[in-house]
């Protein structure tokens, strides 16, 4: 890992240009709005990358470059690549790479290869949101208080067909009677993943003080570990133990 | 285990004798309400306990022939014996029985020592209240649809302090804002735990139907299993391997 | 679901027909030895499938009318239809099929997609193994002991690279200085996973009387539960709340 | 918390003063070597406290200042005060200390208490024994190779009774045939608890390079996260949300 946390914001980036609402209030995409308040941190360095890209924007010198991978997607998951989908899976379990997955990326191709997901829920129109705090002793929800006012986003309720996560920081209320496990942490081979459910490109969430500080606690939690061990198959000969130390025998 | 479930129903039983609301919705208490739909299943044997009563109501031959215990308690928390209170954790721990403990009982002694939790929450005046499934594969959720309108039920809101459960079952939405991780199974010893939110005792919660319905299959869930290991702490041999089977050596 | 557990063993089916110690162990192949001990149960209806099967054992008509699919794959992981792949992990996700690998399943395309995972492990040539109960509560470790000796099996070691397990219940010690988690608990959408060590084509662990109690528990821990939840993605109107239920409004 | 992590190592400090081997080993008590390792770390600010110091070393001074409470005790589990136990659950409850239980504090009443646990579990005689790394990704394994030689410790074998880790760390393999789940990590109200496996009295384990380094990584997982949310159980009138943000309101 470089000293700074490599950041790549990946988003579809059509509604921004196509729909009034989302264009007035992402002019430049939601993903350079991530990218102005992830800049305003000294240990980031953050890029950007779209599906109308070339390459759909991860070539493979960015995506091996990319240490958290953060993504957004809606309308257009099927256009993604599957090769590049096991790509991303593969540098998340091999190189721990971590990836948070926002809002509508529950349906995205690489959040269920990665997790082993359908990502199903109930959803619908934009409603009143409160976020809570379920989990205050994580890193996550460092600077978080006991809930916060997230004010319209887009419905999305239980059942959520999701594994049980490795921990469940936070909840959703909704005013006409939903609930939704709203921030969710995972650990999928050498890498970490977390699922965060507000950002409707017609909504203002991404402007919000306390989504930009959960995100950005997420991307300092999900950020590769500094690992001495392989993620491989290897065969080992009787009291060999561990072939990257092969003078390790029992 | 006896062929039916030994099921003793603990009651702090006060406020349903002093409390002209309460009386009114569980004239015999609320331990006789639950004994009363829980007598309905042929696989059940249902006996009642009250915190008035002799050993408040948990002599040893009670006690050590009780399969599930289920336990609602509120005001009196601190007047629970602590000695009880060991015998009820050695027995969830050592012997497998297994504790219900129903809304006011996340305060209790028992609950607390049993889990390792202070039970903190934040909490408020009776409102309208919506209970959802997040785990719908779950033994404790079947029959019951993706959510159920509670009616009012006293207000238990988080954060909740507790361990993050081995299974997160159900989930509670307030019509003023909050939310609740409202049915959380946990495996403490060889016993199993399950803690439900619904029941202040003003309210009508333990006549709902598919309340019923959850603390029938809780009942089911949480009975002690068929095991053949001791809970103990036994000195071996080098090779000796299974105290309980000394042939067995390597 | 129907009355009896409705079982399909599929075995990649050709080391036991090439190599004359696998045949002198499994004469008929390992499925139909799992079978055989499985057929001992009055609850569970046990039919083979194998990958050289017209549509590799499994057709619609098969697949949909299996209620737990048990996998033993090893050097042909690759000939498996990615196709058929898909359909096992759909059917495991919304409608709750159980899936229990073995061994070298824990390579399979099935395993590894359900799950979300690369299966990597170190491996070496069989040596001395004893299975160790971690988990004596867990409906799997009914009937097992402390620990088994479980003679000579292909070396599984740690690190195995599988997400944290909802239950782990077994561990395995290898006479070289290696262990393993060799018994663990999954769910994924609907449906219950379950992988255990034990079981090289040319040892005999099928034929120990402890692993296939542990298997025969585990087909009845993974079958589908009764759930009236639909795994789907459904719109909803403010305040409908449940699609399933279109009365149910807030 | 200060800026340094202020740690306490506390021993129950008998055995080094009496048992010849002990002595050799520790001469100044396992408390001064740990001490010493931790000693090397500029973010660590070390003290020790021992069971025959005044107050049984942890005064309301020493424990409300204390970050990390590292515990060793032994055949005098008994002689701990209730009260000081008390004390350290609701320091690592309602203030985020972290707790490491290191060996022999499987048994102790504060590991016991603040986890909900008898701690149980098989023990023997000193063999070698090999610890792996189950979970390489994680801050704890940090620099950590997929295993490492312990040289001779005592036996600790499973079944060991303590409730499902939120991380499972290290395995433990003995020479005689047995395993242990050697490095657990759990959540207890705002804290943070870690149980490690090696440390007999009359062993070499506290002078294990990897060892060090392991309880190193520890601590500083360990160490109170920032919170800005109360541990307590406040009344909130319908609406207000937040006591501690008493504009919150929906």
Same mark, same amino acid.
């Given at each position: 890992m470089a000293d700074k946390i490599r950041v790549t914001v990946w ?5 921004? =240009?196509?729909?009034? $609402? ?10 350079? %709005?991530i990218k102005?308040f992830l800049d305003q941190n000294d240990d980031m360095e953050v890029r950007l ?9 991860? +070539?493979?010198?960015v995506l091996n470059n990319t240490d958290v991978l953060i ?20 540098r998340v *379990? /091999?190189e721990g790479m971590g990836f948070i ?16 997901? $359908?990502? &199903? @829920? ?10 809570? &705090?379920?989990? +205050?002793?994580?890193p996550i929800?460092?600077?978080? +208080? ?27 209320? *909704? ?5 939704? /496990? ?7 081979? @050498?890498g970490r993943?977390f *699922?965060?459910? +507000?950002?409707?490109? $017609? ?9 930009? =500080?959960?995100i950005t606690n997420a991307v300092r939690w999900a950020k590769p570990q500094e690992i %001495? ?5 290897? *065969?080992?000969? =009787? ?12």
């Open positions: 988003n579809e980036y059509r509604h921004e =240009k196509e729909n009034e $609402t989302a264009h007035s209030i992402y002019p430049d995409g939601i993903h350079a %709005t102005s990358a779209a599906l109308d890209d070339p390459d759909q924007g991860l +070539p493979d010198e993504w957004w997607g809606h309308m257009s998951h099927h256009e993604v690549d599957d090769g590049l989908v096991e790509r991303i899976r593969q *379990y /091999r997955g926002l809002h509508s990326a529950h349906h995205s191709k690489p959040f269920r290869a990665i997790l082993g997901a $359908t990502g &199903n @829920l109930q959803w619908g129109d934009e409603q009143h949101e409160i976020i809570w &705090n379920l989990f +205050p002793s994580h929800a460092k600077g978080i +208080p006991a809930c916060f006012d997230l004010g319209e986003d887009e419905l999305y309720s239980e059942p959520f067909f999701v594994p049980q996560p490795d921990a469940l920081v936070f909840g959703a209320w *909704y005013e006409y009677g939903n609930v939704f /496990r709203a921030g969710l942490c995972y650990h999928r081979g @050498l993943i *699922y965060f459910q +507000p950002g409707h490109e $017609t909504c203002r969430s991404f402007h919000n003080p306390y989504v930009q =500080k959960i %001495t061990v392989k993620e491989h198959c290897p *065969y080992i000969a =009787k009291g060999e133990l561990d072939p990257e130390n092969p003078e390790k025998k029992n």
